[in-house]
């Protein structure tokens, strides 16, 4: 199992970019994968890093599509290979 941070972000568009955070969400649910959103970026699960790129891609594209002409998208990848691990199993670990 792939997990990533990730966020994607106009510049130039004001200081409030949560109408393009909402696409990027819009984005995702139509790609049925499972993730989470906090206050600063979105978890993401994926079997592959393939799913994931093209995932990321069809997001990063919706932001451009919505106006924005300049994007950054910075992403975090976690690519276990030892075992099996989900959001849910990292956050157990925690308590």
């Excluded at 393009?20 to 989470?36: A, D, G, R, S």
């Excluded at 932001?63 to 276990?80: F, H, N, P, S, Y």
């Amino acid at each position: 199992m792939i997990i990533a941070s990730l966020s994607i972000a106009p510049l130039g568009k004001g200081t409030s970019v949560s109408s393009y955070v909402k696409i990027v969400l819009e984005t995702l649910k139509k790609e049925h994968i499972n993730f989470q959103t906090n206050a600063m970026a979105t978890v993401i699960e994926t079997n592959d890093l393939a799913t994931l790129f093209h995932v990321i891609q069809k997001a990063h594209l919706a932001v451009a599509a919505a106006g924005a002409e300049r994007i950054i998208t910075e992403l975090k990848i976690d690519d276990r290979r030892d075992k099996e691990v989900t959001m849910n199993s990292k956050l157990k670990s925690l308590r």
